[in-house]
């Protein structure tokens, strides 16, 4: 879930100023259409970076007027708050319409202290259920709702907190950030994802955003708050003419928080990475006998998995699944290629098509391209509209989440190869006979769009890896890498169930 | 939540006829226009009482195109099913667009039952989750959900589910009409009214309905299946006009459920019950020597309350709410009347200004009038949208479900009085010269609606009482009676604390 959010964002300062200003400047504008407006805007600021979120707050506090704006932290509940229902400080806390209410830590924090403490799932789950329904309540009322999750890579949170201890005004009660450094990491860590998750709505989402840069931090911050509170207004034309000429003008390119950095997720992935023959064969070898047992093992055991692979055009993934069940028996898998929908699938929910397929004891379903059609390819050309792909991510987190429950292990791999490389695989295609059938017109169109598509990737990403059921970003410049790195990964997951 | 279902619903052998053939014409036309849409339907029929679900869906069977309609009933699942998640069966049985799936009893039986069968809590919020999001994304994808719970008063049940066991097809597993009459019936009632309340939601509504008598019964679904559907249809004016002229034309009336019976949950309210003035003052004076220990012993305690008074004009709130805090300490209560909105309550949601109110420990906290004003005066004088009222059923449940998960007594009273007994005491307040401050023009308005609210009223209490925080109907006719009830059940509620 947070792999998204370690990709070591940075604006460098001269960037950073000059956005700065402009941003200010948008910020006390949108200020001023605001007090004339009946929404309330209500931000979270939360996060396992806790000193991050103090700056924060800082931060939003100068660049916005703060005549219109409330923050507001919570200490230990006093008597008046321990008397009533947990959520009474926050009702009584809510900005009025027009005004900006900025809520450090509050209900976050509190839920998923209590949960860490050792409270029970069930209570847990009311909790979460109590904040779900108060998010929504308040958008439906026409709120805007914007939730800020701050988070460090893991070492940078540990040597941050640590400075932070050294100062005397220690937070009340156990932290988020204390949690993801602790000893139950694994423990800590899947409650904060199903709190993520579950709070994570269409119309109150969380932006997990990365901390590691307090420039970019804030720029982001403040881009997305601007952002969500400026799409709620009336849409006037020309004022978004003149903006634009304007902008032009000053020979400036509109920021918005998608454009701040063109880095993402998979830019961690080290293509380098490869095997040469030698070593690819003997590597291959052992795995494939280690496959070959496992998959047999889990066959008697009765368990079962789901195995898809995504990825760039060309990245080698029908070559990957050869290998892959090369050592499996014939009835333990079946692969399922994903292509159109046909007319009876269309006539039903898009997941239908990928329910119809789920594995029976004992077997493995591959799929070769998959439900995640519909964030990426979907998306990017537009045949899903914005609401039917935002909505895709909860119910293929639900999805998942049904089968993992179930029992089966599910493997994710995303095939990732550089453009270049692409290109040149590409070429190859087409001087190779045997192969020219494989590439069509479309393969180049669909390259034209290769930052679309990372961006697509790349919120795919965030909305849903998770500790249970992480993506696997394979580097798949050199295929002899790639297929030995998925091999070993399902060897994992199947010797997981046993 | 299910007094609202055992008011005695019926529909005479004629008016049944009659009804019946006109809906069955619009039943088949409402298909074949289904027919054309990409709209499918997913219809679930269940309910406690089970031989009633069979009943409805070979109702529907007969009434309905059955070219177009596929029933999905399901025995325990076989070797297919088990090796798979829960849901596997249900989306495999999906209707596509433009037809009619029925689902008797599926995923609402099998989640209850695991529940009351012993399943943890953890595992049942888990599933109600599934479940919701589940519904959500078929709603969410087009499809209209409509969702039958089909209830018998107790008595009724036992009788009907005897008769049932003597048939050998008995159903194969813990069935929720058995659990309702079981030993174990107020944590199995719990059980069945957190999963109807939860997945009860704007877009996949439970519509619990009568099933003492099948001729109500029957209508009442299929006119409730026919608005749902026919409300998704694009609104073709001309048409619609068309229509209202041909059933001008031939007498009819135009049928809707909500005019189906105008019985509601009101009328079982026995208006004539009355105390003398002796017998008055003696329980009175006990009643509030017994308040004023109690509310002695919940302040000591640190125990809390909340109480709140709707009720008719005229129905005498005032008065009851006058002796009930006769015997209490003026620092153990606090009065809250409820009156139209302040400028900086507006500036809010509408459950803020009550959230303020909540009690600190020791106290309770009356409200004469409260948030029920929403989905009850703003609801018929169209001050709120259908929309904004609609989802307030959700938001106070919750509210409240708060409050009682915080440890406070919660006690809501609907004051009761004939629309005779209302005029009476508006000619009295008009020659009494210290009462007719208190009549005003609106008051004579709002008798014109009457049975726009008693429909709110019944509405209210089926979508906000439950067996932790029932609504308590006070039959007001006697004001002597109504006091010493609502007395009597306050002594309870705080005793309960103790």
């Not at 959520?87 to 027009?98: N, S």
């Not at 029970?120 to 009322?141: C, K, N, S, T, Y």
């Not at 890498?481 to 399902?490: D, G, N, Q």
Request: glycine share 6%; proline share 5%; hydrophobic share 40%.
């Amino acid at each position: 879930m947070f792999e998204a959010a370690e990709v070591g964002h940075t604006l460098d300062k001269d960037t950073y100023e000059a956005k700065q200003e402009a941003l200010r400047a948008k910020l006390i504008a949108m200020q001023s259409r605001l007090r004339k407006s009946d929404i309330p805007v209500i931000v979270v600021v939360a996060g396992d970076d806790h000193p991050g979120c103090d700056d924060v707050i800082q931060m939003l506090n100068q660049w916005l007027d703060p005549r219109f704006v409330q923050t507001n932290a919570y200490g230990p509940p006093g008597e008046e708050a321990t008397q009533r229902p947990a959520f009474w400080r926050y009702w009584r806390d809510l900005p009025p319409r027009g005004t900006i209410g900025i809520f450090s830590q509050a209900w976050t924090a509190a839920v998923l202290a209590d949960r860490i403490k050792g409270g029970d799932e069930a209570a847990f789950l009311r909790a979460v259920e109590h904040v779900e329904r108060f998010e929504q309540a308040m958008a439906d009322d026409g709120a805007v709702v914007i939730k800020f999750w701050l988070h460090l890579p893991k070492d940078l949170l540990q040597q941050r907190l640590k400075e932070a201890e050294e100062h005397p005004d220690r937070e009340w009660r156990v932290h988020p950030g204390d949690l993801l450094v602790d000893e139950n990491l694994a423990n800590n860590l899947q409650a904060v994802e199903t709190y993520l998750r579950r709070t994570s709505t269409g119309s109150a989402p969380w932006h997990v955003i990365e901390s590691t840069d307090p420039h970019y931090r804030d720029v982001a911050v403040a881009e997305l708050l601007l952002e969500a509170v400026t799409r709620r207004f009336p849409r006037d034309k020309a004022a978004r003419a003149r903006d634009k000429a304007a902008a032009a003008a000053a020979g400036e390119e509109p920021t918005t928080f998608e454009k701040l950095d063109p880095h993402t997720v998979l830019d961690l992935v080290d293509l380098n990475q490869s095997l040469n023959k030698k070593e690819y064969h003997q590597r291959l070898e052992e795995l494939q006998d280690r496959l070959a047992r496992a998959s047999r093992a889990v066959y008697q055991a009765r368990r079962s998995a789901v195995l898809l692979f995504e990825g760039w055009d060309a990245a080698g993934k029908g070559g990957t699944i050869r290998r892959l069940v090369q050592p499996m028996k014939p009835q333990l898998y079946r692969i399922v290629p994903v292509g159109a929908p046909t007319e009876d699938e269309l006539a039903h929910h898009y997941l239908w098509r990928f329910w119809r397929h789920m594995p029976g004891a004992g077997h493995v379903v591959i799929f070769d391209r998959s439900w995640y059609g519909r964030v990426l390819v979907e998306r990017v050309e537009g045949f899903a509209t914005e609401d039917q792909w935002r909505r895709a991510y909860h119910e293929i987190n639900d999805f998942e989440e049904q089968l993992v429950e179930h029992g089966y292990y599910v493997g994710k791999f995303w095939l990732h190869i550089s453009r270049d490389e692409q290109l040149k695989r590409f070429k190859a295609r087409e001087s190779t006979p045997y192969k020219r059938f494989k590439l069509t017109d479309e393969d180049y169109r669909n390259r034209e769009k290769w930052n679309d598509y990372e961006a697509a990737v790349a919120e795919m990403v965030a909305r849903t890896s998770s500790s249970r059921i992480p993506w696997n970003l394979i580097a798949a410049n050199d295929k002899r890498f790639a297929r030995c790195e998925v091999l070993r990964i399902v060897c994992e997951g199947l010797e997981s169930l046993l």
